[in-house]
């Protein structure tokens, strides 16, 4: 009987030191997976937040090209926009100088002709002036021939 107390009392060793092994490997076990849960976690969080961030740049990259997309063309629009402006711009210009040129054209050949008519008009103010002058000088000589027939007249009559 003692003998069966003692297999019964080591049996009780066994199980108690098998049920006290159990416990600390269920606990490791515990503690392993709640270890290797919060690095998993961790590990899933970061690849979570670098595929978050990876979707962010690219959004990013996308609002960047759209926004620079967006500004090239109202610049290439302004541009051209200002060639047109330019463009006009020195259209009018060149059809002002036209124009221009063709008044001053017609202002000089008006100028001209005044000059010349000018010119024949002082030219016939010359002949008329010389015309004049013979006639006066002409009436003048028939005045004085005149007067010294008149005075050889009245010497002839103071004579007789």
Not at 3 to 8: D, M, T
Not at 118 to 129: D, F, P
């Amino acid at each position: 009987c003692r003998r069966y107390i003692n297999v019964k009392r080591f049996k009780r060793l066994v199980d108690f030191k098998n049920a006290r092994r159990n416990i600390i490997f269920s606990k490791t076990l515990i503690i392993q997976r709640v270890y290797r849960g919060s690095v998993g976690r961790k590990l899933a969080n970061q690849v979570k937040q670098i595929k978050f961030n990876e979707k962010l740049n690219k959004h990013k990259l996308v609002d960047m090209l759209i926004k620079n997309y967006s500004i090239y063309k109202t610049k290439k629009i302004i541009n051209e926009k200002i060639k047109l402006k330019k463009f006009q711009i020195e259209k009018i210009i060149k059809i002002q100088k036209i124009i221009r040129g063709f008044i001053v054209r017609i202002n000089f050949n008006e100028i001209k002709y005044e000059i010349l008519i000018n010119r024949t008009r002082a030219y016939i103010i010359q002949i008329q002036l010389v015309w004049r002058m013979k006639l006066a000088r002409n009436q003048l000589k028939r005045l004085i021939y005149n007067k010294k027939l008149l005075d050889m007249k009245k010497l002839k009559c103071c004579i007789v």
